[in-house]
């Protein structure tokens, strides 16, 4: 049974607060911010990749050079006809069975749109034709940015354009000083997640902190033991809240 700990993001505070709980390995959904909590397992895991201790493998530098005809461009986040239809192409090739499976271009336009926060759409397209092959839906934090959802054309899947998207926001943090991309779940042993753990200077956000993975086999071993989780109310006390000030006046 899935058991989610979340809080809603709004009001003045909701840029202070995305900051301070994605450090603590919360994820952001629209106006919800998220974390697995999960009575007897552990393996839903926030990673982030430290920019400053990343080196591309040989395969990740093929993937960039692969992908080198493809224009970036960023935007606000504005859902598009053309985003859509790229979403459910992706959704109906890749994640058929998925719980996004049913979303319609309503929900499409929420996920994208309802965000309290600094957000940005980054498109890739054809520096040629013009026509949109890749999508992320990215986060900007005080400390990095948060790939919170991406897709791309399946037809150019062999092209290994979710690799690409993460080595060009890392390129993207580098351009503006910033340290860490975060990059969601990291799920050890699922072969959908396993791309995540091919990334040098990999770290996850494991017992109150956040450490760098070595040998990502022994998080696999341990990540289902009944002991793995902490309890709920211990969970929470240990959540450390952005400082509050009260307004003079």
Not at 45 to 56: G, K, Q
Not at 178 to 201: H, T
């Amino acid at each position: 049974m899935e058991r989610k700990l979340f809080t809603a993001l709004q009001g003045e505070g909701a840029d202070q607060l995305n900051n301070c709980l994605s450090q603590q390995g919360f994820r952001r959904s629209q106006n919800v911010l998220y974390r697995p909590s999960c009575t007897d397992c552990a393996a839903c895991l926030s990673a982030r990749i430290d920019v400053s201790s990343f080196r591309p493998s040989k395969s990740q530098k093929r993937a960039y050079k692969r992908n080198s005809y493809l224009t970036r461009r960023a935007t606000s986040p504005w859902a598009t006809d053309e985003q859509f239809d790229l979403f459910r192409r992706y959704l109906d090739a890749r994640h058929a069975d998925g719980g996004m499976a049913d979303m319609d271009v309503f929900e499409f336009a929420a996920m994208i749109e309802e965000t309290p926060i600094r957000s940005r759409v980054v498109e890739y397209a054809d520096s040629e034709t013009g026509e949109l092959i890749a999508v992320s839906l990215t986060d900007v934090l005080d400390d990095g940015l948060s790939m919170v959802y991406s897709f791309y054309d399946p037809q150019f899947q062999q092209n290994s354009l979710g690799t690409y998207m993460i080595l060009d926001h890392i390129e993207i943090a580098r351009e503006a000083g910033l340290p860490y991309i975060y990059l969601g779940y990291w799920v050890p042993g699922s072969p959908k997640m396993g791309y995540k753990a091919k990334f040098s200077g990999l770290q996850v956000y494991l017992q109150g902190a956040w450490q760098r993975i070595e040998n990502p086999e022994q998080y696999a071993q341990t990540a289902h033991h009944p002991l793995s989780s902490a309890p709920i109310a211990e969970q929470v006390a240990n959540i450390q809240l952005p400082d509050r000030h009260p307004t003079k006046g």
